[in-house]
């Protein structure tokens, strides 16, 4: 399978994923839930899809092969480093206000990705 192919459905998986995890986010919050094991396991899963798709490009980069447009790379970036720094930014705070938050941050994730994947071209 081709290096390109699977950047390209990483970035779908993570597109759906970022919906799905700030839908959830949005019905936690809905609910008055704090942070659960449950979401807590999301974002990691989500923080550890956007590595993989980070570290695919990477590769795909130093083999040659070069997005059309550099705004590409800082999209890239930005989705590694958002849930990370949120993290820190609110010393790891599980209150209802920090899912409701999180559920906007993939939101904001899922239009990064978007954008990421339409500048690829």
Do not use: C
Not at 57 to 85: C, E, F, N, T
Not at 101 to 121: D, H, K, Q, S
């Amino acid at each position: 399978m081709d290096l390109s192919l699977i950047h390209d459905r990483l970035a779908n998986a993570m597109l759906l994923f970022s919906i799905i995890a700030g839908l959830w986010g949005f019905v936690g919050g809905l609910r008055r839930r704090s942070m659960s094991g449950n979401y807590w396991g999301i974002i990691a899963v989500a923080e550890l899809l956007y590595l993989a798709q980070g570290l695919v490009g990477v590769i795909l980069w130093l083999g040659g092969d070069r997005p059309a447009r550099s705004v590409h790379i800082l999209y890239g970036v930005v989705a590694v480093l958002s849930l990370p720094a949120f993290y820190f930014m609110s010393k790891g705070r599980e209150d209802q206000r920090t899912v409701w938050i999180y559920g906007l941050l993939f939101f904001f994730l899922a239009a990064v990705t978007l954008r990421a994947m339409t500048t690829a071209v």
